[in-house]
Nanobody, 124 residues
């Protein structure tokens, strides 16, 4: 079982930047993929980005193309989401997720372990 703790959310003006972090524990971090999802009020949870064990990344191109970057530091057991040029429509609770048996599947990766979420609010 993986335990995940997100941090780095907050209030930022449109055009600004934030970096989210997610610290993992409980399994060998380098052995599984990680992902970021978000859920805005009244909307379904949406895939944002994922990074595989190899370091290869996948993005929800339509919503975050060229603005968000996912990365991982296996020595620190941490995955990051660098968010630039933020827009009000990026406002949501952001969740990190770890590859494990589960019902959420993106790009062939099952995500079954979830953090508690961190709020990101972008003001116009």
């Amino acid at each position: 079982q993986v335990q995940l703790v997100e941090s780095g959310g907050g209030l930022v003006q449109a055009g600004g930047s934030l970096r989210l972090s997610c610290a993992a524990s409980g399994r060998i971090f380098s052995s599984y993929a990680m992902g970021w999802f978000r859920q805005a009020p009244g909307k379904e949870r949406e895939f944002v980005a994922a990074i595989r064990r190899s370091g290869g990344s996948t993005y929800n191109v339509d919503s975050v193309k060229g603005r968000f970057t996912i990365s991982r530091d296996n020595a620190k057991n941490t995955v990051y989401l660098q968010m630039n040029s933020l827009k009000p429509e990026d406002t949501a609770v952001y969740y990190c997720a770890a590859e494990s048996p589960g019902s959420t599947i993106v790009g062939g990766i099952q995500f079954g372990s979830w953090g508690q979420g961190t709020q990101v609010t972008v003001s116009s």
